[in-house]
């Protein structure tokens, strides 16, 4: 079976060889993880940053997170000439909280954020849709991207296969972070991590 990220660069040449370039609703947690996943995707789709990411605590880390994916979009919307759009998806997560479908916390929150995510991309009749989970570095990305299939079958937008991490993923982002200050934080986004990081 093909790895992730040979699927990822299988599509991105097809788009190239084609000369097509098709929309990607790219869920998007933070500045520092766009920023290696737009470098990587910004040749072959036109981008759409949804941002929905309601397990992030407290709320002024959000509102940070948030902002800085701003500024960096601006900051590529410049360098690069293309235009990104920008969604900002708010929702409780409580309300997700009391249907849990899976025994772990993590495979529920990224669940949920790739659920709203598709949800989105049905409705405004996206091509494609993928999130940039996958560059962090204690992130599982087979378990995203099986999310991502499981969630596929669902809906009508396609899920593009993709391992962000790899080919020196995370060096692009601390490349990205130097160069243009990028705010990175020192946990993942849930209340218990925020406190063990405040102890
Ligand atoms: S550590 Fe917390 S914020 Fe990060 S994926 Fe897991 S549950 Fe979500």
Do not use: W
């Amino acid at each position: 079976m093909k790895s992730y990220y040979q699927m990822q660069l299988d599509l991105c040449n097809y788009l190239k060889e084609n000369n097509l370039k098709p929309s990607l609703l790219l869920h998007t947690c933070c500045a520092l993880c766009f920023s290696s996943a737009f470098m990587q995707c910004k040749d072959y789709f036109n981008i759409t940053v949804f941002f929905y990411n309601p397990n992030i605590y407290p709320s002024n880390e959000y509102e940070k997170r948030k902002q800085e994916t701003l500024r960096l979009i601006d900051i590529f919307q410049k360098e690069y000439n293309v235009t990104i759009n920008f969604i900002e998806q708010i929702e409780d997560f409580k309300t997700y909280d009391a249907k849990k479908v899976h025994q772990n916390k993590c495979l529920d929150c990224i669940h949920n954020r790739l659920l709203v995510s598709y949800n989105y991309a049905d409705k405004h009749h996206f091509d494609y849709i993928t999130t940039t989970l996958t560059v962090g570095r204690l992130k599982n990305s087979i378990m995203i991207n099986q999310l991502g299939e499981m969630l596929e079958k669902n809906h009508q937008t396609k899920y593009f296969y993709s391992n962000f991490k790899k080919n020196n993923g995370i060096g692009l982002s601390l490349e990205m972070k130097e160069k243009y200050h990028i705010y990175a934080q020192n946990y993942c986004g849930c209340e218990p991590y925020y406190q063990k990081n405040e102890n």
